[in-house]
């Protein structure tokens, strides 16, 4: 269960990052309060993960699908720009999660 916890925590993280994006410095309401929600909604989820999954483990996992998430998203949605060095360093990080994933003893 904690493993889900610490996915839907990284989802939560790739989903403020886009609303603070948005929000233009939380100069527009809506998107500031989307961002404020989820970042709450963020660290509730990873901290609940906690609870079982050691730190350096559950943070980064957390932040990598974090990061993963917002360059995706950047490209996908928001047009921003993909070259090759881009692209290989997402797969290290993904490269990374999934190692630190396969050497957790939870």
Do not use: C, D, H
Request: proline fraction near 3%; charged fraction near 10%; charge should be positive.
């Amino acid at each position: 269960m904690a493993w889900v916890l610490l996915v839907a925590a990284g989802a939560f993280e790739v989903i403020w990052s886009f609303f603070m994006k948005q929000s233009q410095s939380f100069t527009k309401t809506t998107p500031t309060v989307l961002t404020i929600l989820t970042v709450l909604a963020s660290l509730g989820l990873l901290s609940m993960a906690m609870k079982t999954l050691p730190l350096g483990t559950a943070y980064m996992i957390w932040t990598g699908i974090g990061a993963t998430g917002a360059f995706l998203v950047g490209i996908i949605v928001l047009g921003e720009r993909v070259s090759v060095a881009r692209l290989i360093a997402a797969a290290l990080m993904i490269s990374g999660m999934l190692l630190m994933k396969l050497s957790s003893p939870n």
